[in-house]
């Protein structure tokens, strides 16, 4: 006996998986929005708290408070850290891009960076800050980068602050790094006002992190 296909039912399998596929693609994009959401409003906490602990500074710049700043500076720099590998996750894993965020994202890093400067002088601390300058349209040095500066950091034995600036997404904070330490290739860093243009091995970025601590302490 020959067996009748069952269009109709290849028909409602054919719809039912579909449907399930659209599902699926909605709740993923409706979780990549929520953590953005999410991300946003971390972003603007953060920047609340710089500016609270910027505004005690203006208003008694005194080294009685430094055990109080440093603790607030270390607070501020996890949470921006953590949010910048939340949003590199978004975008190399997922795919996710949102450069609104990212540009939010920059100013608070600046917030950090600008704080953690005045801090270093009015307290006598002696770590680095380091930028990144890089950019995600065709350089796959700058990816390299990235993470060879994150091994030298653990690495070097010496205190590092490091920010990452993109440098290609239209932000104005960027464009400012950029035109004071007058970047005009990718990748970059700047350790201590000195730039070191294009992509570095972990060891030779250790050896560069400790020359630089060392040449700050003879100062």
Known sequence: MVRKI?????????????????????????????????????????????????????????????????????????????????????????????????????????????????????????????????TNKNCEECKKLGEEVLKAREQAGVPVKLYSFDGEIGSSIAEGFKSKFNITTYPSLVVEGSVYEGYRSSGEIVRIFREEYDNKNKS
């Open 6 to 134: 069952s269009w109709h039912l290849y028909g409602l399998a054919f719809i039912f998986s579909l449907a399930v596929f659209i599902a699926g693609i909605m709740v993923g994009k409706a979780t990549e929005n929520s953590a953005m959401e999410g991300l946003r409003k971390e972003t603007e906490e953060i920047s609340s708290q710089i500016a609270k602990v910027q505004l005690l500074l203006l208003t008694d710049e005194n080294q009685n408070f430094c055990a109080f700043y440093e603790e607030e500076l270390k607070k501020v720099e996890e949470k921006v850290e953590s949010i910048g590998y939340q949003l590199s996750y978004l975008e190399d894993v997922k795919g996710v891009y949102d450069n609104e965020l990212k540009r939010e994202y920059f100013a608070v890093e600046a917030q950090a960076y600008f704080l953690a400067e005045r801090i270093s002088r009015l307290c006598g601390k002696d770590y680095l800050l380091v930028i990144n300058f890089y």
